[in-house]
């Protein structure tokens, strides 16, 4: 049975202006490419891992297909509908159906206003409903997180780190969303907390049939609550698969690299693991290598490699990868 897919995301860019302009210099201005031509597809009701190095473009790419920033080209397809270029009013309508969990719940929380204005905020935004079953869904969201009716009046200063994450998880859910971009939600967290947010995710996806695009540093938990994974590097997508593949079998060098990181609770088998070390300093996104993004770095690396950008493409059902050495 064909998995049906939520959104389709095609030849996606995300440019971004520099001023490089000084007192001693004429003015000039660069070309950073935070998002590079990426393609994926997301099915209904599963997570989507993504993972790479800090700067790679994770969180702008999350940000651009939910449309906080516009994009620069590319197709952003939710429920067979384009929006990476709609018009405010007519993009209104999608907004209720794509919202995301930030990263730092503490600064993405606005301090003036209680518990409740935060959640019921969304809800006058997104839906018709009136005050009273506004109120009655913060409430209800409150105990759907882990917290009670008393938090509803409370500030976000008065909560733990834990407890603002689950207001922020209470928040994307007010306006009954179908997808939710989790930008590293769990990464500003305690570890003892970690799990709990997470377990929360799973438990919120498998009642309320959402769709997520997870991103994170935390190759562990990746694997735990994803069902496929993609892996970004220097703004483009360079391999995805089924998540029990791609760690069982990573074929990009990349990602070969990223894998032998993870840490095993075994000692002894993790002082005879082979650790893959990436020499050298990532490329700036302003002046990226003229053929693969990883080619500099990349010990397998040939002479095609720094002159060609391989394409990125299904080598099998369900696994794609951008790298010359698996091409057909």
Do not use: W
């Not at 000084?22 to 393609?39: E, N, Y």
């Not at 919120?204 to 769709?211: A, I, S, W, Y």
């Amino acid at each position: 049975m064909e998995k049906e897919v939520i959104l389709k995301v095609e030849g996606l860019k995300k440019y971004f202006t520099i001023d490089k302009s000084s007192k001693l210099f004429k003015p000039s201005k660069a070309i950073l490419k935070a998002v590079d031509d990426v393609t994926f597809d997301v099915y209904k009701g599963e997570t989507l891992g993504l993972v790479g190095e800090s700067g790679c473009g994770k969180t702008t790419l999350g940000r651009t297909i939910i449309r906080i920033y516009h994009p620069t080209e590319g197709k952003i397809i939710f429920e067979g509908q384009d929006i990476a270029f709609l018009k405010p009013k007519e993009l209104k309508k999608y907004r209720k159906d794509m919202h995301m969990i930030f990263q730092d719940p503490y600064a993405s929380l606005d301090p003036r206003m209680t518990v409740r204005e935060i959640i019921e905020e969304a809800m006058v935004n997104d839906t018709s409903l009136a005050k009273d079953d506004r109120e009655r869904r913060v409430l209800e969201l409150l105990e759907m997180v882990g917290l009670n009716s008393d938090h509803a009046s409370r500030f976000p200063h008065e909560f733990s780190g834990g407890q603002r994450q689950r207001v922020g998880i209470a928040r994307s859910l007010a306006a009954n969303p179908k997808f939710i971009v989790c930008d590293e939600p769990i990464s500003a967290l305690d570890v003892s907390i970690q799990a709990q947010v997470v377990n929360l995710l799973k438990d919120l996806q498998r009642k309320l049939g959402l769709t997520y695009l997870f991103i994170a540093h935390d190759l562990s938990m990746v694997q735990y609550i994803s069902d496929r994974v993609g892996v970004m590097y220097l703004g483009k997508m360079v391999e995805l698969a089924d998540t029990k593949e791609l760690y069982a079998n990573p074929l990009h060098p990349y990602t070969q690299a990223l894998m032998s990181a993870i840490p095993i609770p075994d000692p002894d088998h993790e002082r005879e693991k082979r650790r893959i070390v990436i020499e050298g300093e990532v490329p700036s996104p302003i002046d990226p290598p003229k053929g693969c993004a990883f080619c500099t770095r990349c010990p397998k690396a040939t002479k095609r490699c720094f002159e060609e950008v391989p394409p990125y493409k299904e080598i099998v059902k369900g696994r794609f990868i951008a790298c010359h050495l698996y091409e057909r």
